[in-house]
């Protein structure tokens, strides 16, 4: 079955660098590829997606970008702040868009990130 | 707010003992999915339902069941409770015509003493 390895486990940056975290993947059939932010406590927000077909996707300062050969992609966020800090999980799945299929997602082990100000 | 909802928020129960947690999809998403997720093992998916029908099945335990209702809510049986059990447990719901774009409720803490 399809594995998501996710680098870095931790990641520490200061308020207005940027930050990268990277995943790989195992199942070349995996076709959708979403980031998650997910605060203390509370429910995993889905913060950008990027499907198989397309190679970058951009929303404000987040950016992902994916590789199908290489099977790996990564998550962008430039000029940081303090409310980025969270812990930010990868996940793939096999969607599609024929309502009813199995698109569970395969998630990550996430990354800590910290931004201080 | 994701439009998924979740109730208990909060259950403690004791070793042995079974527990029902229930998931009310976003209006119109006929997909619900269970997520449990621990310290050690991260975000796992356990099961998904689609109208009703069992779609997929991940890594759930035996002890384990769920189903979805007429109604599209879903509830998630846990039975012969063990300490390992304690976690956050998420449902999501998928929107429908996307490639599996899933929102997820505020999850159910489970503690098992």
């Known amino acids: 079955g399809e594995n998501v390895e996710q680098h870095p486990s931790t990641l520490s940056v200061q308020e207005g660098d940027s930050a990268v975290i990277k995943c790989t993947y195992s199942d070349s059939a995996s076709n959708y590829f979403p980031w998650y932010k997910q605060e203390l406590g509370k429910r995993p927000q889905l913060i950008i997606d990027i499907r198989s077909n397309v190679g970058e996707k951009k929303d404000q300062r987040i950016a992902v970008t994916l590789n199908k050969t290489a099977k790996h992609f990564s998550l962008h966020i430039t000029e940081t702040q303090p409310e980025d800090s969270a812990v930010y999980f990868c996940?793939?799945?096999?969607?599609?868009?024929?309502?009813?299929?199995?698109?569970?997602?395969?998630f990550g082990k996430g990354t800590k990130l910290s931004v201080k100000p | 707010d994701s439009g998924v909802t979740q109730t208990p928020k909060h259950l403690i129960t004791a070793t042995g003992q079974r527990v029902t947690l229930r998931c009310s999809p976003r209006s119109g998403d006929l997909s619900v999915y269970w997520y449990q997720q621990s310290l050690d093992q991260g975000l796992q998916f356990l099961i998904q339902?689609?109208?009703?029908?069992?779609?997929a099945k991940g890594n759930i335990l035996e002890r384990f069941s769920a189903q979805q209702f007429p109604d599209l809510h879903s509830e998630l049986n846990l039975s012969s409770l063990e300490l390992g059990d304690s976690a956050l447990y998420f449902c999501?719901?998928?929107?429908?015509?996307?490639?599996?774009?899933?929102?997820f409720g505020p999850g159910t803490r489970l503690t098992v003493t």
């Open positions: 339902y689609y109208n009703g029908e069992e779609r």
């Open positions: 996940a793939a799945s096999m969607g599609s868009y024929y309502g009813g299929s199995q698109g569970n997602l395969i």
């Open positions: 999501a719901s998928s929107v429908e015509g996307t490639l599996g774009e899933q929102y």
